[in-house]
């Protein structure tokens, strides 16, 4: 699976809805359902399937999907890197 | 294929919308493993719930508890049950209404545990208290929760709820008034209520500023918290249940059970990931105190109680006591032994010739059971289905209060398969794993522990005997008598109450309303004066059976109306109901009574007694109501007390004798 595809399906199981398609641009006001709950069971959920924690306001901060992928892709290559 | 091109086939045809092909695709990417998946149970789930078919979807959820224990698939799950239950209930055994009440953000608890209830059996009606208001609305007559008016108050804390500094001059006087806080928000529940409190206690903290110098000193923190834990449970008693949260951690790990980021971000008190364990072992005490703990555990023996085949290796070649499986098995029995010791009733049903599967019991050295621990004994070569279907009807438990333990995947998947309602646990391959797997299922979840629960393998082993003799008997007759029954019945007690709560609480088959009374209400019962209420123990040539019936009547003008009638299903068939009766009638006379009502009030269980009144000599009061409810009439004047011909009925005096002797 590709990281849009493992991001997808943690969306997908943690808000319940098979059919969420993440593009880039989204942002928590584009998915129904994503409230600040949601948004910790997100988040979480995304710390699980990456194996890595955010860190101070990361967590609380998310500007869009594109940007949470670029974030993974890093955090991901360091530690392949080291 | 291989399972993940099965599991991919099964997406694509969910997103065309043909959910009955995907399900099987699914199946067959989990064939081949006990417990499917967590994710494939998820996906099987989802299609029943688009084909409409619920109560199939909602067991996929109960597997997906077993298969899974961290937060991403039970929340998936958890929201899933929301959308279900939004048009349907889910199947229950019970439906209790809980209040939760919690210290620290709860919502992501409450999905939990309602899919960990729904595991046990239970659909939960909740409501959930708002942030940390856990204590204005205890104390608020007109709180949310009053207005609810739960069977059970569930208390969510966290460890800066107890308020304790982080030294003491007086950590005893310190510990004491915090305790004393605590007692006195348990009695003001319990004074605008009836509801069982469940208290989750303290976990302490993964941080020790002191050092291990904390452990040797009264006046820390830690020490004082440990402490107050102890004495909540001691001051608990059996009024209120404690979910030991200080062990979960543990068990869990406090440096990963504690999560400091999302305490800060949205207050969550420990990992999201910790919350399934919490849910579960919540779930099941909940299930305990409404009686659905099982009761029964019915062993294997080849690879399950011993290493190796009795039948072959004979009692010198199986493993037991000697080397590292011999003493895992030796270690697994004599957890299983603890658990009868309890009150769990052990049945053996193994395939083997009879003698060789006794030997082991009778000659050899290392065994921790012994056939006096073995309620019933079942070796042969008939299907295992059959010989616990045999074991529960003889037994006279459903097959709902069983749980079957065997090393063999395939014997596993039979029983899952012909007895669905009969819990299996998967075993693991290793021996030293047995007393975990057992342990962690959370099934026989103890309630309360009381005189009779240890004695209960006895009465059930008598009981097996007693359906020998009951063939021997010429006449029913010469049966009764031949038992030589005696009975104590009187008036409830405060000594007795424990066990007549849990009578109340738990008994289905003899029980003729099923009215659930809690304590309180039992409480005022014996306070009201125009009430009998008695209990009867009973006693007979093989076995003291113990506290195993009850009445309540209260009087209503000339009438004195039965609440509630009920017996333990050990004693069915004995005629105790009648030597009961007879007590009820003296009560009645001295009430100024002319009659005896009775109601039956049907339930799932309790078709056994549908003609118990009539039995007894009571007049149909009108017709049956829709819903089968019947008031039936005893004529007390005209017909005289109801005879007790086979039942000795001694005083409380002489049993303190027979007890003494």
């Known amino acids: 699976m590709t990281l849009h595809e493992r991001l997808q399906s943690v969306f997908q199981a943690v808000l319940g809805d098979d059919e969420i398609a993440l593009t880039d641009g989204m ?33 609380a901060e998310l500007p869009d999907i594109g940007a949470l992928k670029d974030y993974l892709r890093q955090r991901l290559e360091g530690r392949s890197a080291a | 294929m291989d399972a993940s091109a099965d599991r991919q086939r099964g997406d694509q045809l969910c997103r065309d919308g043909r959910y009955a092909e995907a399900i099987e695709a699914y199946r067959k990417a989990a064939e081949g493993q006990e417990i499917p998946p967590a994710d494939v149970c998820l996906k099987i789930a989802r299609c029943h719930q688009h084909l409409g078919e619920h109560e199939h979807a909602c067991r996929l959820l109960t597997r997906l508890v077993d298969a899974a224990d ?20 889910p199947p229950a055994k019970r439906r209790p209404r809980v209040a939760l ?116 000193l009264p006046g820390a923190r830690l020490s004082m918290m440990h402490a107050l834990n102890a004495r909540l449970g001691e001051a608990a008693g059996g009024e209120v ?70 039948g072959e290796d004979g009692l010198s070649g199986i493993g037991l006591g000697a080397g590292p499986a011999g ?37 050899h050295p290392d065994m921790a059971l012994s056939l006096e621990d073995i309620a019933m004994f079942v070796a042969n070569w008939k299907p295992k289905s059959e010989n616990i279907a045999h074991i529960a009807s003889t037994l006279n438990i459903g097959l709902d209060a069983l749980v079957f333990v065997d090393d063999n995947p395939a014997e596993r998947e039979v029983i899952r398969q012909m007895l669905p309602e009969v819990e299996v646990i998967t075993l693991p391959a290793d021996p030293s794993g047995y007393v975990r797997a057992v342990d962690q299922s959370l099934l026989f979840e103890p309630a309360s522990f009381t005189e009779e629960d240890a004695k209960k393998t006895e009465q059930y082993r008598a009981r097996a005997e007693i359906a020998r003799l009951e063939g ?88 004195l109306d039965i609440d509630t009638l009920l017996m333990s299903c050990r004693v069915i068939g004995r005629t105790a109901e009648r030597a009961m009766m007879s007590e ?36 149909p009061e009108g017709d049956a109501a829709a819903d089968g409810e019947r008031r039936w009439l005893y004529d007390l004047a005209g017909r005289g007390a109801i005879e007790n011909r086979f039942i000795e009925v001694v005083s409380g005096d002489e049993e303190q004798a027979h007890d003494a002797a």
């Not at chain 2, 991403?72 to 349907?88: D, F, M, N, V």
């Not at chain 2, 007559?141 to 739960?150: E, N």
């Not at chain 2, 019915?298 to 011993?306: G, I, S, Y």
């Not at chain 2, 005896?596 to 049907?602: A, F, L, Q």
């Open chain 1, 27 to 59: 942002t928590s006001a584009d998915i129904e359902g994503w409230d600040s709950v949601a948004h910790i069971n997100l988040m979480f959920s995304i710390e699980s399937e990456f194996g890595i924690q955010f860190e101070g306001n990361e967590l």
């Open chain 2, 70 to 89: 961290t937060f991403t698939p039970w929340q998936a799950a958890a929201g899933l049950l929301e959308k279900i239950r939004a048009s349907h209930e």
């Open chain 2, 101 to 216: 009440l919690g210290s620290y953000t709860t919502t992501q608890f409450a999905g939990m545990l309602r899919l960990a209830a729904l595991r046990f059996g239970m659909a939960i009606d909740l409501y959930e208290a708002g942030f940390a208001q856990y204590r204005q609305e205890i104390l608020d007559p007109g709180s949310g929760l009053y207005a609810f008016d739960p069977d059970f108050v569930i208390l969510a804390l966290h460890a800066g709820e107890a308020a304790l500094p982080e030294y003491s001059r007086a950590p005893d006087d310190d510990v004491q008034a915090e305790l004393e806080r605590w007692r006195s928000l348990w009695r003001t529940l319990a004074k605008h209520g009836s509801a069982r409190l469940i208290m989750h206690n303290f976990a302490l903290p993964a941080e020790s500023p002191m050092g291990h110098l904390a452990a040797r």
């Open chain 2, 241 to 310: 249940s404690i979910i030991d949260c200080e062990r979960l951690s543990s068990l869990y790990g406090k440096r990963r059970w504690f999560d400091d980021r999302y305490w800060y971000l949205s207050r969550q008190a420990m990992t999201l990931d910790a919350l399934p364990m919490l849910a579960r072992h919540t779930a099941a005490v909940v299930a305990a105190d409404l009686g659905l703990s099982r009761k029964c555990l019915v062993l294997d023996l080849d690879n399950t109680l011993w290493g190796g085949v009795i």
């Open chain 2, 327 to 363: 003493e895992a098995f030796v270690a697994f029995q004599h957890y299983v032994r603890l658990l009868k010791d309890r009150g769990v009733i052990l049945a053996v049903c193994s395939k083997n010739n009879e003698a060789d599967a006794r030997e082991p019991f009778e000659k």
């Open chain 2, 472 to 559: 021997e008997s010429d006449s029913l007759e010469d049966f009764y008598a031949s038992l030589q029954m005696k009975a104590v019945i009187a008036p409830f007690d405060a000594l007795h109450l424990p066990r007549i709560v849990q009578l109340i609480g738990k008994t289905n088959q003899f029980n003729l309303t099923t009215r659930r009374h809690t304590l309180p209400q039992i409480q005022a019962f014996m306070n009201d004066a125009d009430c009998v209420h008695l209990y009867l123990k009973l006693r007979d040539r093989f076995t003291d059976h113990g506290l195993v019936g009850l009445v309540i009547a209260k009087k209503d003008g000339e009438v």
């Open chain 2, 584 to 619: 009820l009638c003296k009560g009645a006379r001295r009430l100024g009574c002319a009659a005896i009502r009775g109601t039956y009030v049907p339930s799932a269980k309790n078709a056994m007694v549908e003609g118990l009144f009539a039995d007894l000599g009571f007049e």
